[in-house]
Structure formats: structure tokens, C-alpha cells
């Protein structure tokens, strides 16, 4: 499985299931991560913690421990 954590800077991957539960599922899909979404992966923090992806039209800072449930193909 692929996740959005795995995808790499300047790559863009459309998304085929939000994983998880409870709050953290519905903050993701609140944020307008739902299926068959594309989201291209703009850059990362020089630590690797956040990532910054872009998304209907608009720019969003992820978690890697939210992309992680992010499964892209």
C-alpha cells in the first residue's frame, strides 16, 4: 500500500482511501481529503515534518502521521 507520505516532491498522486478513525479520519476529510482527490506534494520541511501538498485549488500542510493514513495510487 502507498501512502501519501511516500509520494515525492514534485509528484502528484490521486488518493484511493483515508484510513483511520474517529477524529483524526474526519479532520483529514474535512480538510478536503477524500477519495479520488488529486493531490500533488509541493515540498517538505527540511526535517521531513510537515508536508505541503496542493489540493482543489488550495495549499494545506499535513502531518506525516496524517499522510500515513492517506492511501494513494
Do not use: C, W
Not at 2 to 8: E, G, H, M
Not at 47 to 69: F, H, M, Q, T
Amino acid at each position: 500500500m502507498k501512502t501519501l507520505r511516500d509520494v515525492r516532491v514534485g509528484e502528484s498522486a490521486r488518493v484511493v482511501k483515508v484510513h483511520g478513525q474517529g477524529r483524526i479520519r474526519r479532520r483529514v476529510m474535512d480538510m478536503g481529503i477524500t477519495k479520488n482527490v488529486e493531490i500533488f506534494v509541493r515540498k517538505v520541511a527540511p526535517l521531513g515534518d510537515p508536508i505541503e501538498v496542493n489540493l482543489r485549488g488550495y495549499e494545506l500542510s499535513l502531518r506525516k502521521i496524517d499522510a500515513e493514513i492517506i492511501e494513494v495510487e
